[in-house]
């Protein structure tokens, strides 16, 4: 009832999304952050109801937040508190949540965060239930190639091969993330729903996308069809019969 009353709220204007300066000011601007406070905020705010007790999501709409680089966690918040991100099925409950936090308990459990062991990838999620492969989309060739003929920049130039990022920090951890929460970011990105992201880089992507180009690279980077570069063994060869 709770969930049903935050989605019938009705979906506010969002704010200009940061440029790069102004997300590198408001991180540097955040208070010395504390791992233990983060703790505190983690219990006293509930967020271990949605994002797990330990940062792993139980369920399939929400995603695992640990692991993820202090930047990334600190932007989301610093977003949904200050109305940069006000599209998709979380915007109400995350928008409530975040505008309790101070600027230093965004710093804290950002931090806790990026502590925490991320998925492994073989994180049993519940949205993959019943779904089957997805066919005919050359997924590791969008990850590490993209397709020039339709302006598609490969997923890697950011997120790297495995998806675990870059060294700076400031994309997500999408290795191991739930593939239906992945999903439905690439369709709101794509569909006009979501315009939070710095110099509209995925927007951009998300517009050339399918549906079934979108579930298989959400599988993919779930670990459900494996990595790019990473061919499976080949069969041992039969011995010679005479």
């Known amino acids: 009832m709770i969930l049903s009353a935050f989605a019938a709220l009705p979906m506010l204007a969002s704010a200009a999304a940061f440029t790069p300066a102004e997300l590198d000011k408001a991180v540097a601007s955040l208070p010395k952050a504390n791992v233990m406070g983060g703790f505190a905020v983690h219990s006293k705010q509930f967020c271990g109801s949605c994002h797990g007790p330990n940062g792993i999501a139980p369920t399939a709409n ?3 937040v640990a692991g993820q680089p202090f930047e990334v ?3 989301a918040l610093l977003d949904y508190r200050d109305g940069r991100r006000t599209g998709g099925a979380q915007a109400a409950i995350m928008t409530a949540a975040a505008k309790r936090l101070t600027d ?3 710093a804290d459990v950002s931090a806790l965060y990026e502590m925490l062991p991320g998925p492994d990838g073989k994180t049993f999620d519940v949205g993959k239930k019943g779904r089957t492969p997805v066919e005919g989309v050359d997924v590791a060739r969008l990850v590490r190639k ?5 302006a598609i920049t490969p997923c890697a130039a950011c997120h790297g091969m495995t998806g675990k990022g870059r060294s700076n920090g400031k ?3 999408l290795h191991g993330q739930n593939p239906t929460y992945l999903a439905a970011q690439l369709r709101d990105y794509r569909d006009g729903r979501r ?3 710095v110099l509209k880089e995925m927007r951009f992507f998300a517009q050339k996308l399918t549906d079934d180009e979108i579930n298989a ?3 993919f980077y779930a670990g459900e069809t494996g990595w790019p570069g990473v061919k499976p063994a080949k069969p041992a060869a039969k011995a010679a019969t005479k």
């Open 217 to 219: 690279l959400a599988d």
């Open 195 to 197: 315009d939070n992201d």
């Open 171 to 173: 994309v997500p951890v």
């Open 62 to 64: 929400w995603p695992h």
């Open 104 to 106: 230093q308990q965004i």
């Open 146 to 150: 993209g397709n020039p003929a339709r």
């Open 73 to 75: 966690t600190a932007k």
